[in-house]
């Protein structure tokens, strides 16, 4: 399954690496792709062997130090 969600506030690899880490850390994740915007709304796709709801992807994103938009 993949889940994209915008995420607001990440400008540089740091920030993906912050974000690609939690995100691979929930149950079924099996790879994360970051689309970069500098200063603007990221696309994030989640590819996971489950359904991930928007709260639990929220919450990682959260806790990277970033929000969803």
Excluded: F, W
């Amino acid at each position: 399954m993949k889940t994209t969600v915008n995420v607001s506030g990440m400008t540089c690899g740091h920030c993906v690496a912050s974000v690609t880490e939690e995100l691979t850390e929930l149950e079924g994740v099996e790879s994360v792709d970051v689309e970069l915007v500098a200063g603007g709304v990221s696309p994030v796709t989640v590819t996971s062997s489950r359904e991930l709801g928007e709260q639990e992807i929220a919450e990682a994103v959260e806790e990277a130090g970033y929000s969803v938009a």
